[in-house]
Structure formats: structure tokens, C-alpha cells
């Protein structure tokens, strides 16, 4: 996907009303299949926007946030994709998060 259309897309997501859009009838599901997939920093920062912005798509996103805490773990020395995961884990509440930091062994990889 062109650059210049994802940055369009980053843009468009800090607005709450497109991010509901981009929220629904799964696409953020895909969006962030595809961004996984590809390693993809910007469609990352869209996803971010989103749970910034869209508070009622956190459900959606709670059940990828195992998912998230692997892939921060596998991120290496990509700093600016880190910050996008570890930003967009910070908006999402869910009961979820104790059994999810022991699974993934979280707090040792914090620690190191």
C-alpha cells in the first residue's frame, strides 16, 4: 500500500467519526491483521488513533492485545513500531491484561 495513502489514512483516524468508520463490520479486525502481516509502523499508528479517539472499539481490540504483547516483545530495534503497540496497549482496559502478562512472560521482558 503507497505511503502517501496510509499517512492519509493516519490523518483521517484522529477524527473520532472516521474512526468509528474504519471500526466496523470488522475492518479493524483486517486493519490490524494487515498491519501485523506486514510489520506496517503507519497502519499501527492508524490503529492507535482509533483507540484513541474511538473509545467503543476497545472491545473490538481487547482480543488482540495477547497478540500486541508478542509482537512488542519481537520488535527488536524498531522503536517507532514499539511505541505504536505499546501506545495503543495503553487504551486498552479489559480484565484480561494478568493472564496476558503471565502468558507472555510481559513484566520479564520490561524488566530486561
Not at 502481516?37 to 483507540?51: E, H, P, Q, S, Y
Request: include cysteine.
Amino acid at each position: 500500500m503507497g505511503k502517501e495513502l496510509v499517512a492519509l489514512a493516519v490523518n483521517l483516524t484522529a477524527n473520532q467519526r472516521n474512526g468509528e468508520i474504519l471500526a466496523q463490520d470488522g475492518q479493524l479486525d483486517e486493519l490490524i491483521g494487515r498491519a501485523s502481516k506486514f510489520g506496517d509502523t503507519l497502519l499501527f499508528k492508524c490503529v492507535r488513533n482509533i483507540a484513541q479517539f474511538n473509545p467503543n472499539s476497545l472491545e473490538m481490540m481487547e482480543v488482540h492485545l495477547e497478540d500486541y504483547a508478542i509482537m512488542v516483545q519481537n520488535c527488536g530495534e524498531n522503536t517507532d513500531l514499539l511505541l505504536e503497540l505499546l501506545g495503543t496497549m495503553v487504551y486498552m482496559h479489559t480484565d484480561q491484561w494478568e493472564l496476558v502478562i503471565e502468558k507472555t512472560n510481559f513484566i520479564e521482558f520490561i524488566h530486561n
